[in-house]
């Protein structure tokens, strides 16, 4: 499992004080306001900064670092990834997943056939919908729903589902 998660991308800035425009990944935007640091992800790099100001605007977070201070700080990260570290994840219901514990699953049947790796997760509004590429590179779609999804362990990388008819 990763140490870290995504919560968002640094889209633009916003204004000329040192916000940064981001796009939330994750199903409660509000959670921002519950931080104090988060890491942008830079060449590959983690920084860790401190939350100075958050707010919102549509759909988006708007977000200032401590020590960003005006428009031309703010263009370095811009396409930057914001992370946060496992113990500041929200805690998941029972059976919901980080999508980042997801990718790279394989997938076998209950009676034991392989037929790939998660290589994507497509949330659709009702429940999320895996999207599973065997060797050939043939795609499978795979609701993520108690009647298909028999088993997840994420630990050891493996997910059981019960393919029921119509399905592939």
């Known amino acids: 499992m990763n140490d870290f998660l995504e919560i968002g991308q640094i889209v633009n800035s916003y204004g000329i004080k040192g916000f940064f425009k981001v796009v939330p990944f994750t199903d409660d935007i509000t ?96 429940n999320d919908v895996y999207v599973i590429k065997d060797e050939l590179g043939k795609q499978i779609l795979l609701p993520a729903i108690a009647e298909v999804i028999k088993k997840v362990d994420v630990i050891a990388k493996k997910m059981t589902v019960k393919l029921i008819t119509g399905l592939i």
Do not use: M, W
């Open 31 to 126: 959670r921002f306001d519950n931080l104090k640091n988060i890491y942008i992800e830079k060449n590959k790099q983690l920084e860790k900064k401190e939350i100075e100001e958050v707010k919102y605007h549509k759909n988006l977070v708007l977000l200032k670092i401590k020590g960003i201070d005006d428009i031309n700080d703010t263009e370095q990260y811009k396409n930057c990834y914001l992370k946060i570290d496992r113990e500041n994840a929200v805690k998941l219901p029972e059976d919901t997943y980080f999508i980042t514990d997801i990718i790279g699953i394989q997938v076998f049947t209950e009676e034991g056939e392989f037929l790939g790796n998660i290589t994507d997760v497509f949330p659709t509004g009702s």
